[in-house]
């Protein structure tokens, strides 16, 4: 079965723009999640959706935001870039959030803020 | 504060030998505890869970709730095993996931 994908791979925006990135979960897995991955500070937790609600938020200003939509696929946006958001943003999906079998996670998008 | 420690940033070791990644966690609640691997050029997948005391490609971890650690141990290492891995503390509903900084291993001919 197809894994998670994540759409587009790649994303060069300058700063101040605002991003949208896709993710679609594998079929029938209901519970999204994204995180982002830096040098620096490794991976962090962003959101966790289910259901089309947001059931955990990470520690990340009000210019993340996400959704989820009745067929299960997320996107989550930035706006007003800055040069710190750049990273590899991961999505992650999993059958639900009540019974933690772990992750599958899709290969990312790289997003590059200049 | 859920927080996980990977002391070790880096472990290279000679293949056939054995490879021991530590992870400790601070977690006030009933935690779950995985092990992620990240090879190179490839998505990061889950190896192992502590529930399922299960044993992949070798590797075994054992959750020391006295100690707080989920140390990843494999007797053997192969050169395949070369990867980034990465321990990861969850609750025991959700999942949010708190990862440590990672552990890059090298296993060398």
């Known amino acids: 079965k197809a894994g998670v994908t994540q759409t587009p791979r790649y994303l060069i925006k300058t700063r101040g723009q605002q991003v949208t990135l896709s993710c679609s979960p594998i079929s029938g897995h209901r519970s999204v999640s994204w995180y982002q991955q830096t040098p620096g500070q490794g991976l962090q937790f962003l959101f966790e959706?289910?259901?089309?609600?947001?059931?955990n938020k990470g520690n990340f200003p009000g210019r993340f935001s996400g959704r989820q939509f009745s067929n299960s696929r997320s996107e989550m946006n930035v706006s007003t870039l800055e040069l710190g958001d750049s990273a590899l943003y991961l999505c992650?999906?999993?059958?639900?959030?009540?019974?933690?079998?772990?992750?599958?996670f899709g290969s990312g998008t790289r997003l590059t803020v200049v | 504060a859920q927080r996980v420690t990977q002391p070790e940033k880096l472990l290279s070791v000679f293949k056939g030998a054995p490879v021991e990644l530590k992870c400790n966690y601070s977690?006030?609640?009933?935690?779950?505890l995985f092990w992620y691997v990240q090879y190179s050029r490839q998505r990061l997948q889950l190896l192992l869970r502590?529930?399922s005391r299960e044993s992949i490609k070798g590797f075994t971890a054992d959750l020391n709730k006295g100690e707080t650690s989920f140390h990843l141990k494999k007797p053997f290492a192969q050169e395949e095993d070369s990867a980034m891995y990465y321990c990861?503390?969850?609750?025991?509903?959700?999942?949010?996931?708190?990862f440590g900084g990672g552990t890059r291993v090298l296993v060398k001919p």
């Open positions: 977690y006030s609640g009933s935690p779950e």
């Open positions: 502590h529930i």
């Open positions: 959706y289910f259901s089309e609600t947001q059931r």
């Open positions: 992650a999906s999993s059958l639900s959030p009540t019974e933690n079998y772990g992750y599958t």
């Open positions: 990861a503390l969850g609750k025991a509903a959700g999942n949010k996931l708190t």
